[in-house]
């Protein structure tokens, strides 16, 4: 009798182990439908860490911080009283996305114009190229003097750096339109304000993210350029802080927030991009 009722809980054992098995694989369907390049940036991150401390090590004692000196610092920096590191981080987010923002807000209808009246986008080319090679640092001595030290100053610095990136992508997407659909929307008689809608902008879409990318990169370096050559406010105010102190672990904290505030605002313009791009285009995207 024993036997018996023993063989028959066997086969009831293994059947709920399977079922836990299926249940456990279906909960863990998720990992699978990852693209292999997000595995391929995680499995970089302990790479540059070992490069990042072999560099550290190589060096003269006191050159280059490791990253457990520095992100040791980066929070004693957070946990500082004199709450340094927050307002000087307030500061330049505050700088960079006014500039970022009215870059676009300018920037976009700007390329909109020159790339629908194609004479006017001509004509202009030359002095706009010509705009876009000045560096913006030569520029800040005037803005001083026109705004002085304060932050529309630095707005300022950051949007003119910005700009030109968005208007001249933007002016490049409308210029790349498909001319058979210019020819449809001719067909239908499309109104300006629609053709715009349904023909320019859907084709401009990818140009027009791709030059915020720029600009995101171009501002955040005029953000840094801002805070050293204008109030001394920011994290720019802090790196040099540091680095005139020879504080290296600190100085390193505070290169690396501009490397994550660059690849967050990056990495949202990415995500925006691939949710507002149609299915098939989003499968041709390599970012």
Known sequence: MTRKSETDQRPAWRARLRHEARVASA?????????????????LIPALLWLWSLLAGLAPAGFVA????????????????????PIALWSTLSVYYGGLGLAALIGIPLGYLLGSFRTLG????PYLHGLAATPVVAL??????????DWQAKILIVFLAALMP????TQAGLQGT????????????????????????????????AGLRLAAIAGLVASAIADLYTAMTGLGALLQGFGNSYRMDSYFAVVLTYSVIGALTTGLLTWIERRLSPPATRQRLTY
């Open 27 to 43: 909960d863990l369907a998720w990992v699978g439908r990852i693209p292999l390049y997000v595995w391929l940036r995680l499995a």
């Open 66 to 85: 490791g990253p457990y000196l520095t992100v040791r610092a980066f929070f004693l920096l957070l946990m500082d009283d004199r709450r340094n590191f």
């Open 122 to 125: 001509r004509t202009s080319a």
């Open 140 to 149: 800040v001595p005037l803005i001083i003097l026109l705004l002085g030290l």
């Open 166 to 169: 968005v208007m001249i992508n």
């Open 178 to 209: 498909d001319p058979e659909l210019l020819e449809m929307a001719q067909a239908y008689a499309l109104s300006p304000l629609a053709r715009l809608r349904h023909v320019y902008a859907p084709s401009a879409f990818p140009s027009v993210m």
